[in-house]
T-cell receptor
Framework: QQQVKQSPQSLIVQKGGISIINCAYE??????FPWYQQFPGKGPALLIA?????SEKKEGRFTISFNKSAKQFSLHIMDSQPGDSATYFC????????????FGGGTRLMVKP | NAGVTQTPKFQVLKTGQSMTLQCAQD?????MSWYRQDPGMGLRLIHY???????DQGEVPNGYNVSRSTTEDFPLRLLSAAPSQTSVYFC???????????FGSGTRLTVV
């Protein structure tokens, strides 16, 4: 049972455009939602994270939008650049499960120049 | 700081062989985890630890064993390798739950 569902699996965006990746979760006990960025041959790196008590968090060109009632959250990359081309993973964790992260299936983003 | 160091980077095993994937961190992180990454399936948690001497199973623990004798090291043992264990393995550590994980660069394992 996949507790965090991510879409789309792949995404092609023109340079300067907006990239949008969506995630949906099932377990209402989740209370921490990070996004990770992974370049080929590298481990994932934390990009941005949000707690469910806020609806939006912005860091530079990256914004997380969070809809608690719909159990959905999304990553928006504004002014997408070729250097943003990577695989993006959403994840979720809950306080009573150690530090276990449940990941979505990933989105491979390609930004065309 | 070296961060999270994984060795080896690549490994080919024959079915039935055993081996240990090494993971070490120098950030004094309490939380450490092992994940496997397979195409289209994201990262799946194998085992995790919340401190020295404390380990627990994740989502896909079968065929793997871990121990945590020190804060720095968290080795993953494959007991009897199977082709289904062909994957990329990542070790990660975190200071506290919402600090975000620091991942190693991974071990690409092929079981033939």
């Amino acid at each position: 049972q996949q507790q965090v569902k991510q879409s789309p699996q792949s995404l092609i965006v023109q340079k300067g455009g907006i990239s949008i990746i969506n995630c949906a979760y099932e377990n209402t006990a989740f209370d921490y939602f990070p996004w990770y960025q992974q370049f080929p041959g590298k481990g994932p790196a934390l990009l941005i994270a949000i707690r469910p008590d806020v609806s939006e968090k912005k860091e530079g060109r990256f914004t997380i939008s969070f809809n608690k009632s719909a159990k959905q959250f999304s990553l928006h990359i504004m002014d997408s650049q070729p250097g943003d081309s990577a695989t993006y993973f959403c994840a979720a964790s809950r306080g009573n499960a150690g530090n276990m992260l449940t990941f979505g299936g990933g989105t491979r983003l390609m930004v065309k120049p | 700081n070296a961060g999270v160091t994984q060795t080896p980077k690549f490994q080919v095993l024959k079915t039935g062989q055993s081996m240990t994937l090494q993971c070490a961190q120098d950030m004094n992180h309490e939380y450490m985890s092992w994940y496997r990454q397979d195409p289209g399936m994201g990262l799946r948690l194998i085992h995790y630890s919340v401190g020295a001497g404390i380990t627990d199973q994740g989502e896909v623990p079968n065929g793997y064993n871990v121990s945590r004798s020190t804060t720095e090291d968290f080795p993953l043992r494959l007991l009897s390798a199977a082709p289904s264990q062909t994957s990329v393995y990542f070790c990660a550590s975190s200071y506290f739950r919402t600090a975000g994980y620091t991942f190693g660069s991974g071990t690409r394992l092929t079981v033939v």
